[in-house]
């Protein structure tokens, strides 16, 4: 053929392309049926069969002293136990797990007590069952250096003889005490049992075996994480000598039923009989469309993205569920470096906020309710810092669209004349390469660029953002558009203390991503710790919350629901603690 | 034998039984671009294809003022007017005339800006891949020996490189933050720079002067000092742009991408250009030119070079089209043209997650894209026949 032939040739490829193309764009698809929130409800299922969770990244940790990140604690939830926990159907009330029944408080609040069920056992190799002494050595493990644990010094620091840094090797703490097989005792340097009960959710509390871990603890980082022993209804797939074999990181998680697992200690059904994680689905889109469309597929790691959310809601509303994340996403500027460090700056920076166009890049009202504060819905704390609307005392957070006029006299305030910064430097912001991150990241630029502000973006996988960026002080981070905090617990500590407390910041995973240092809300932190559970507590926390917006340290923006989607043919049950599928109740239809 | 020169051709649209009337018009001598300019004349698919390319390069220089003129939004401004309750896309409409991406952008003003973006890529790298690739070309092709294989091996070393990893890696590596930079101290560095390029530059005029049987004597030095001139001159502007304490730097976005381009493309034009030299060097006129006395640089430059038009002209708007999936493949994956500035290939790799529900966030930037490619390629096509003398062409 001659090459004008050939050129013919294309030209009529590119006429029957476009052909093809019109054609498919003819076709919007079925039209809406209605949105809708799924309710909530806890279903009888069928026992047996088997599901898989597409998940784009892994788990942080297997090691229960490790685990921190939200898709780990999906795991370890229904294959460990810890001595309470809550029920999906009343997720607002911790019940007896290990434990036999409610924590004893002694008078004066300095110590605690608690029962164990008796016939709890460890999946194999170890078979044995589980003792006071276990969840001891447990917590004292998770103080050591070679046990990296988050929140250890943060939560149970209070205990005697706690070490304030991570020990070399396990140490003995004398204020956790095994009285017998069954009894636990912990003494406490203040009053402050109450917290600590709301704290034994945690997975520090799942027992450890110490005859059998303790080699493995010996090592830097400890070796338990690969050969972890189960307490719950599955267990991760090991061989005879205790290594697991169903963990191949970064691609799958493969959990069987525990055989040592005996139903009638546990509130948990286990319909299943075998569950499995691919790992690897970086596409959230393609992930929730399998999913949606497929059979026995439920969500991973992440939330669906706003197309698939839409479609869940308009087409696949009984896939879908929500789950109240009891967490607050903000955009964190760095206040310790100019012009942030300046007060008026970041009130200037919260009018101007679009906040609807942050929550629309997730999916719109659907995810949540848009933030004014960082206490949310449901929390102990959220009524008494006013609910739902920001009290009329912030100015600077009535309008959720944004206010340009407000925004520039607070940038008057602050010394700039014109209303906007003057400043040519450019902003190192750090964004996630995939969406929704980067969709909120390009929104959030729009809005600093109302004000005058430059950003440089540097664009991150998810994983290293915190990791290597915005946990990392000496990033140099000016602006991380895509943060967020969970609950822990349900206690306004386990959001504010960790996140806004200048005590809390440290040169590596840092979670007081602001780095704000005011002793004023330490101060206020401080106090509100100390205080017992109940009605004066609560204040106590609504009033660091109040004064965080005062000083306006982070741009909050959505309180997130976490929709959950699963195939067709099975009955999801969300675990409201680590907002996704509480795979210890899920099962076929 | 004609008796027509060797550089001309007898119109053969001249009908033969003409020959020989008295009144026969006398024959007219066409020379080569009187012929390749009376072939593309004739090809119309080239000339549309042409058409389409000045089309595209006017819209990419007055993007603005169209886009101010159809009243359509900047290509950077957000709007949530546009998306419904669950943020998602509004299809094209009046106010928004390709619809709208997921931010509530006008698709139009993305597009036609995004036609800036790759004609600024297409153009500049190109240019510049051209410029290194002739260069390396002429001077391996012409003085082969040491620099031929010196050069040569460069070359392989290049080419053997996966080039979409490398410009992954360089991508990733220069696309954040403040991109890549060599730091060092202002004086020193820049002087280590200058010392450098120098003394490669006078590496490659003592190899010339060995291949002209010559040896390396200081005298004639100063008089073939053309190339340590030229390379020194290049090393005081690296050093200058570089500034400071930066001996040297790759900015995010576009710079980065050009970068990447040109590293990975200039040794396919070199590799064609030195085979063209090392075959035109033993022609006559070559060979004459020497005799007269021409000095290497004049031979590469004013007889060498002219003969190296063809192949540049036809190799360059092949590389054009080249160039623009290239910076649309980097956008696509995450390491181009940095958000918000609009790219066909950022835009097409944003759409593939919405396409089921926005098939006009796909569409318009991809059927831009692939006309385009479509047009340099049909022009580099159709320029190919017109420049070969074997043609069958009138």
């Known amino acids: ?589 | 034998m004609s008796s027509v020169a060797p550089d001309q051709l007898v119109d053969q649209g001249v009908g033969l039984g003409q020959f020989g009337a008295e009144s026969a018009p006398a024959i007219a001598a066409r020379s080569p671009w009187q012929l390749f300019w009376r072939r593309i004349r004739a090809d119309n698919v080239t000339l549309v294809a042409a058409l389409f390319i000045v089309f595209l390069t006017l819209v990419a220089v007055f993007a603005q003022q169209i886009i101010d003129l159809v009243g359509a939004r900047p290509p950077n401004a957000q709007s949530t007017k546009y998306l419904d309750e669950f943020g998602s896309a509004a299809p094209p409409s009046a106010d928004n005339l390709f619809g709208t991406d997921s931010l509530g952008r006008d698709v139009f003003s993305r597009t036609l800006y995004g036609a800036r973006v790759s004609l600024e890529v297409a153009f500049i790298s190109s240019a510049l891949t051209v410029l290194i690739g002739v260069t390396v070309g002429i001077l391996a092709g012409y003085y082969r020996g040491v620099a031929d294989t010196v050069l040569s091996r460069l070359m392989d070393v290049m080419l053997a490189f996966p080039v979409l990893l490398l410009a992954l890696g360089l991508g990733a590596a220069c696309s954040f933050g403040d991109g890549c930079k060599i730091e060092g101290t202002p004086v020193g560095s820049s002087l280590a720079v200058i010392a450098l390029v120098a003394c490669a530059g006078v590496g490659l005029s003592a190899l010339a002067a060995r291949r002209r049987g010559r040896r390396f004597p200081a005298d004639t030095l100063v008089a073939r000092l053309w190339i340590p001139v030229l390379m020194l001159c290049l090393g005081l502007a690296l050093a200058l742009v570089a500034g400071d304490s930066t001996v040297f730097k790759i900015s995010p976005g576009l710079p980065v991408v050009i970068f990447v381009i040109v590293i990975a493309s200039w040794p396919h034009i070199a590799r064609v250009i030195r085979g063209q030299t090392l075959s035109l060097r033993e022609k006559e006129f070559v060979e004459a030119a020497r005799a007269l006395g021409s000095s290497d640089r004049r031979i590469m430059f004013r007889h060498i070079l002219p003969n190296l038009v063809a192949p540049i002209i036809v190799y360059t708007t092949l590389l054009i089209p080249t160039t623009i999936l290239f910076e649309a493949a980097l956008s696509f994956l995450g390491v181009g043209v940095q958000p918000p500035t609009a790219s066909w290939g950022a835009m097409i790799s944003e759409a593939t997650e919405i396409f089921d529900s926005a098939w006009w966030y796909m569409t318009f930037p991809g059927l831009a894209l692939v006309l385009t490619v479509l047009a340099f390629n049909l022009v580099g096509d159709g320029m190919q026949d017109a420049l070969n003398p074997r043609s069958s062409g009138r």
């Open chain 1, 1 to 589: 053929m001659s090459s004008k032939g050939i050129r013919f040739v294309l030209l009529a490829c590119l006429l029957a392309m476009l052909t093809f193309v019109l054609a498919a764009c003819g076709d919007d698809g079925p039209s809406p049926a209605g949105g809708g929130d799924a309710a909530k409800t806890v279903p009888e299922g069928k026992k047996g069969g088997s599901v898989t969770a597409l998940a784009a990244g892994d788990v942080d940790y297997m090691d229960p002293g490790q685990a921190y990140y939200t898709f780990s604690y999906q795991i370890l939830y229904s294959t460990q136990r810890t001595l309470y926990y809550f029920s999906p159907e009343a997720p607002d009330k911790q019940i007896p797990d290990i434990a036999a029944g409610d924590p004893e408080i002694a008078g004066d609040g300095k110590s605690l007590t608690v029962k164990l069920q008796p016939g709890i056992k460890y999946s194999p190799p170890v078979n044995r069952d589980v003792t006071a002494a276990d969840i001891k050595y447990a917590m004292e493990r998770s103080f050591s250096v070679n046990v990296p644990n988050a929140y250890a010094t943060g939560y149970f620091g209070d205990i005697v003889g706690a070490p304030s840094k991570p020990t070399t090797g396990v140490k003995e703490i004398s204020g956790i005490k095994a009285v017998d097989d069954l009894t636990l005792q912990i003494d406490l340097k203040s009053p402050s049992a109450g917290t600590l009960a709301a704290a034994l959710v945690m997975p520090i509390t799942v027992p450890v075996p110490e005859e059998y871990a303790a080699d493995f603890d010996k090592s830097n980082p400890s070796k338990y994480n690969e050969n972890v022993v189960f307490s719950g209804p599955y267990m991760v797939k090991n061989n005879a000598e205790g290594k697991l074999t169903g963990w191949k990181p970064g691609k799958s998680i493969s959990a069987v039923r525990n055989p040592n697992w005996d139903a009638a200690t546990d509130f948990r059904p286990a319909y299943l009989d075998s569950w499995e994680v691919q790992e690897g689905n970086d596409d959230a889109a393609v992930a929730g469309r399998r999913i949606l469309q497929g059979q026995g597929l439920v969500q991973g790691d992440g939330a669906p993205p706003a197309q698939i959310l839409k479609q869940a809601i308009q087409q696949y509303k009984d896939q879908l569920i929500y789950s109240p994340s009891g967490g607050t996403r903000y955009v964190a500027v760095n206040t310790t470096q100019k012009p942030f460090d300046n007060v008026d700056v970041r009130k200037a920076l919260i009018a101007v906020f679009d906040r609807t166009a942050m929550r629309l890049t997730r999916g719109g009202a659907a995810v949540g309710d848009i933030a004014w504060s960082f206490l949310p819905p449901g929390m102990p704390g959220y009524e008494e810092s006013g609910g739902l609307k920001a009290p009329a005392e912030f100015d600077y957070l009535q309008k959720p669209e944004g206010d340009l006029a407000l925004a520039q006299e607070y940038m008057k305030k602050a010394g700039y004349a014109s209303g906007k910064y003057d400043g040519t430097e450019k902003i190192l912001t750090i964004a996630t390469n995939a969406d929704p991150g980067k969709k909120s990241a390009e929104v959030a630029q729009a809005q600093f660029e109302k004000l005058g502000f430059k950003l440089n973006f540097r664009v991150v996988p998810q994983d290293t953002l915190y990791t290597k960026f915005c946990g990392v002080p000496k990033s140099d981070y000016g602006v991380c558009p895509n943060v967020g905090f969970f609950k822990d617990f349900l206690d306004g500590q386990s959001l504010l203390d960790p996140t806004f407390n200048g005590k809390a910041i440290i040169p590596a995973s840092n979670t007081n991503w602001p780095l704000i240092d005011d002793p004023k809300i330490n101060g206020l932190i401080d106090a509100a710790k100390a205080l017992p559970l109940g009605a004066e507590r609560n204040q106590a926390w609504a009033d660091v919350n109040l004064e965080l917006v005062r000083q306006a340290v982070a741009i909050p923006w959505v309180w997130d629901k976490q929709p959950i989607i699963s195939s067709k043919n099975v009955n999801m049950v969300a675990d409201d603690y680590s907002n996704s599928p509480f795979m210890a109740f899920v099962s076929l239809k």
